[in-house]
């Protein structure tokens, strides 16, 4: 009896403590439930903000797309750099934002900036590009140059512009550039880059005429169309021939190229047709091209194969990208 005495008497001297005890306890369990919820939404909201990333980069890379696309439809332009622009996504949740800029100290260098924005999270990407040819400097008539009559006849061009290292040839007639000379001799442009500018007019090369292109960079905005004489001269259509100069990138340097020859640059916007056949595959498109290249004869496969298609007219250097 006395035992039972003694335990009685004891839990009745302890009740306060237990009663402390569980609160801490019940304390302790609510902390680490309210620790828990709070490690969940902080995976949870890191998990949405990784999400955000990924999409974010995207966007930065689409933006980089984009200028290269610019740049490839702008190319023959004078720009005024820096340029900037932004898109935003259909949804309005996501923004890219874009510069174009010369790099300092080296001024056939451009950077692209791109940033992919989705909220409050950024990424960036960054590409630098060489170009093979400098910006040209934009004649504003080829009358100037002496290279077409006011009623779009080509003639003798070899007169260089004193303003620059490039000249442009911008088309801007109603009728269409022809190479139509009764004289067998051929008709030379020269330049380190012709462009052939309009879109809707065609540059056409008659029977028994002969153009000859000197320049390491050459775009054709429009058709070139080189045409054949069915009656009398059934076959034989004009002669376009592309040359280049010796300052060019060499076959050893170019996958497929020849040793020995050296390589300008071609764009074709439109079609080329020869004796009234489209060859399918070059519009749209830059081509490396070897020296004496005859255009005239790419309805024969050999020479079609010695083509070299590239993606765009730049050589990328570095392309790196890194978060805000």
Known sequence: MKVLAMIN????QKKGSILVIVTIIMAAIML????????????KKIAHNQEKAVQAFYLADSGIELALGFLEQN???DLDLPLNFKVKTEDNNGEIIVSLQVEENDSDSLIINSVGKIGPVNESLKLKITALAKMP????DALQLGWVEAD?????????????????????????????????LPINLTALSIYFEAKQNSLEIYPG?????FADLVVFRGNVILSDCAETMPGSPGQLFLYVSSACTPGEEIKGGHPGKYYGIVYFEEEVKVNNVTLDGLKGNYYYFPSDF??????????????????YPFMSEHYVWSAN
Do not use: W
């Open 9 to 12: 008497y004891y839990f009745k």
């Open 137 to 140: 400097i934009c004649v504003e």
């Open 75 to 77: 190319y023959y332009k």
């Open 209 to 213: 005429s002969t153009l000859n292109i």
């Open 294 to 311: 005859p255009l005239h004869r790419l309805v024969e496969e050999d020479i079609y194969n010695s083509l070299i298609k590239i993606n």
């Open 152 to 184: 779009g006849l080509l003639k003798e061009g070899d007169k260089i512009a004193q303003d620059g290292e490039h000249n442009l040839l911008p088309i801007k007639f109603e009728l269409p550039v022809r190479c139509d000379m009764a004289d067998p």
């Open 32 to 43: 680490l439930g309210s620790m828990f919820a709070r490690l969940s939404y902080i995976e």
